[in-house]
């Protein structure tokens, strides 16, 4: 005798039946949540109205034509930011997700898959678009675009989003999908738009308006619609272990910033993307002994993953772009955090080192020597970042110290220990929290805005000289700290 498999709706009725036929809360306490949920949006909403209306007459204030030009192509490049950026994350966790209860007592069965994930694909394709359509039109209304090509940039944005979360549905599928590349695709168009905007090209460019710029999402929607419905059909292809490694990889974030870890948070990441590539061929380091082994050890995993330089080397554009807009001393501690996240990935030596003591001792050196050996390689690239900014920035001095100030940071961020949960707690409407959790969340920004306090009130050689001062001091207390 032979029985039909459940449908996933009756399956989703059964677990719900699970989950609130045993609910005790009280109505007056889930009124009361309610009421703090609107309070909240209420609040945060009327912040963030008049935040807009303010910058929106601060931009409006500036009438030259480099400007002009800026606040033209600000929100294309917003966009295209957030295109690159959502791209990224969606490849990291999946896009589609099942936790491993789920995969074993659902996926496992016969139950159609492509039915039980299509509620969750196209939820969150429709939240894709509508927070890219948000974005879009309060960057648009900020820089002055009349309001009927907002409404256009915004339905654009919003096919570009839920096409570029539908690629990666596809991609998912098959990992050898031309749809990959929508994210680098995304990312070089975010780079030539800001390699424009630093030329001074958008300079004299007026906001568009007119009716004729409702042809871009014309022209994208049914692009969009035909990915989502391709997407749609290769649901049914998805492998289960697929699903279950992006719910992994939220879990670990989600554990590592409850603890405002973000250190940690990157080291999962990085965990999670090595057991995605294939084993590499190990080398055996040629050259110095001792701690300037660490030195030798740098460069091969630079020759492995050089696209990192290139990346870094593309964060200089910023500086240009912020020069032609006029931001003048601002550019230095706007530098100094995009040379300290851009050389992130560059951090091995010293985050290994920082913390795995046990590791330290077997090196048989110094712990400030092993540290010592393991900043050489990012030193050279961090101070080449900050002479690139070197045309951007009001005097020449202060390039050095937009590179030793990014590298201050930097060390900062990667050497800094783990929270101690038996320091001093304080109470929080989460209950009580170390101090040291809070200070976690600002290590590396606290270097940065230090290094650029001096610049922002002297941008000449005597502040670029404090500066350099202080990130000398930041880093010989890292490097000689036990």
Known sequence: MTTDAPTPAEIRGLIRSWRRGRVTAPWGEMLYQAYLGLLTVLVYGSGLVSAVINAGQAVAACTGETCVGTRTAGPVLVVLIWLALGAAVLRLLGPLMASPATSAMVLSTPV??????????????????????????LAAVTAGWPLITVGALALTAAALASMTYAAGAVAQ??????????????????????????????????????ERWWLAPAATAPLAGTVAALGHRRLGGLRRRDLTRGHGLANGLSGALAGLDTALAYDVVLQHTSGQRAVVRPRRPRGPKGPLALVTADVIRLGRTPLRVLVLAAAVLPAYALEAAGAGALTVPVMVVIGFWAAVPFGAGVRVLSRSSGLVRLLGARSWQLRLGALVVPTALLVTYGLGCLWALPHPLLAPAVGLGALAAWTRWLSAPPPD???????TPMGAMPVTLFINAARGFDIAGLVSIPTLFAPDAAGATISLALSAITLAVLVGRR
């Open 112 to 137: 159609d898959r492509g039915r039980w994930l299509r509620r969750q694909y196209w939820t969150m394709l429709v939240l894709a678009a509508v927070a890219a359509a948000a974005l879009a039109a």
């Open 173 to 210: 599928s098959r990992t050898r999908s031309v749809w990959r590349m929508i994210g680098p695709i995304a990312a070089l168009a975010a780079l030539a738009t800001l390699a424009g905007v630093a030329a001074g090209i958008t300079s004299g460019f007026a906001p568009p308006a007119g």
């Open 421 to 427: 949960y038996a320091s001093v707690m304080v109470s």
